[in-house]
């Protein structure tokens, strides 16, 4: 039982790793297009449905629901984080030098909160999938 859960997790991981590549080149290309307003109306929106991908994953986990389910808030959650690193460094890019370096670092701190926190769900799939 503990091998297949770390195959299933395995595959889980290596697809996720492939669709962030192929979104990330995707995002990059669009993204580049985008005026400093898209970038943070974007980032909200992007932060909004990971914040939700980790409730959701949160009630998986509490209350055993399907390990199927657990799976697919995972992808997304990481598949959201991916395009959230576009979103930052793009939003950095647009910023004058003088402003940049004190919004930088509370938009920095902002970036690692989610990305804690698809962290979190992740190490919190995993150990649901696992058992």
Same mark, same amino acid.
């Given at each position: 039982?503990? +091998?297949?859960? $770390?195959? *299933? ?5 290596? %697809?996720?790793? /492939? ?36 409730? +959701?994953?949160? $009630?998986? *986990? ?5 390990? %199927?389910?657990? /799976? ?60």
């Amino acid at each position: 039982m503990l +091998r297949k859960g $770390n195959q *299933v997790l395995q595959h889980v991981v290596k %697809r996720v790793m /492939e669709l962030n590549v192929v979104l990330q080149k995707k995002q990059g290309r669009e993204t580049a297009e985008w005026a400093l307003k898209d970038c943070k109306a974007k980032q909200r929106g992007i932060r909004f449905k990971i914040t939700g991908c980790y409730n +959701r994953i949160q $009630n998986i *986990v509490t209350n055993t629901l399907s390990r %199927r389910d657990a /799976e697919k808030q995972l992808t997304d959650a990481c598949t959201l984080s991916g395009e959230l690193e576009t979103i930052h460094d793009r939003i950095i890019e647009l910023l004058d030098d003088g402003v940049a370096m004190n919004v930088a670092r509370a938009w920095n701190t902002q970036h690692l909160t989610y990305s804690s926190a698809v962290d979190g769900a992740s190490a919190m799939a995993e150990n649901y999938l696992l058992q």
